[in-house]
């Protein structure tokens, strides 16, 4: 029996309640499935969580990196246990997303990026959905930390917000522009001269929502950070006036992020909730940065999450210190390996500082 050219028995099985066990084994296994032309089938999915099976953000990431790629799948429907995908080729174009939830962007332009960064033309994608949600980055994050990197190792990206869009409600836009990659640079951030902070920005924000709650995330911050001797150097404020405020519901924010003598950005970040007092939102994102920068590492432990994929694409060695090694991490690596031949080697324990390394095989098999 075969499906699209492949036979069943050419399947990749990745188990989805693999370690973390969450939807980034979804969202990973999806991307390099396309990226190496090679089908897969996800079983077990979420099986740890109290709603097992996909939900909703997910079930849209599939489709999505599906019709970027003309593939064949099945399962793909929200609480399914398990999935089969048969990657076509990548092409790229304009794709319009509604996750009609409040469901993170973010996440699902983690996974869209690299499929989009192997299209031989450019991609255009124009999302709608949640950019300021709990347990997903917020996409300042993605403007100053993640982007910043990709373009260092050669990714050609541009990211215009539109509306953010915060838990329940969504309602957010952006559009992302992706151009094909040539060649990745090497992933190298491991060095032997002292680590240093050179500079902290910070950006708050706050919609559908007195313009105070802006100042007070962002003088609590200043303090938090005043008491181990670091100061802001640039602040961004993002309050429109009530009448020419667009946004669905309203939703704040804040996040610090700290460039570091490597090239390299570190970053805390703090969402508000009801109940939960402007102060304290800007306290919790200083101390999440100065948490970071008290390890000495270069690489934000979010971000070495996400460099994971890269480092298994790249056709050179990569290593990276990074400010801690995570679940996400380790169980990135194994959904690396079922894919390359890619030797992953972790210099510490979970939850503490530590040194990845990543020695690629000697010809990779991603589309060029």
Partial sequence: ????????????KIDGSLLEGGGSIVRNT??????FQKPVEIFNIRAKRSKPGLRNQHTFVIKSIGEICNAEMTGVNLGSSQ???????????????????????????????????????????????????????????????????????????????????????????????????IRLQPIMYKFEEPFKIERINAKAHAVQLPSHIVDRMITSAEEELKKHDYTLENIERDCPEPKYDTHVGPGT????????????????????????????VGKIAAKRLLEQIATQKPIDYHLADQLILWMSLSDFPSIIDT???????????EIVKKFTGAEFIVDGQEGKPGTISCEPTTIQNHQK
């Fill in 1 to 12: 029996m075969a499906l699209s050219g492949y036979f069943l028995t050419d399947l990749i």
């Fill in 323 to 333: 400010t801690k090694i995570t679940l996400h991490t380790i169980t990135n690596i």
């Fill in 253 to 280: 924010g804040i996040i610090l992020w700290a460039y570091t003598n490597y090239g390299t950005i570190l970053a805390g970040d703090g969402l508000g909730e009801k109940g939960l007092p402007a102060e304290e």
């Fill in 83 to 181: 999935v089969t995908f048969y990657p076509g080729k990548i092409n790229g174009g304009e794709y319009k997303i509604d996750v009609q939830t409040a469901g993170s962007l973010t996440l699902m332009l983690q996974a869209l990026i690299p499929v989009a960064a192997y299209a031989p033309n450019p991609t255009k994608l124009l999302l709608k959905g949640g950019t300021d949600v709990p347990m997903a980055p917020p996409l300042d994050y993605i403007r100053f930390v993640y982007l910043p990197m990709l373009e260092r190792l050669g990714l050609d990206i541009t990211l215009c917000q539109g509306r953010r869009g915060h838990y329940p409600r969504g309602g957010g836009t952006l559009s992302c522009d992706v151009n094909p990659i």
């Fill in 30 to 35: 999806i991307a390099l499935s396309t990226i």
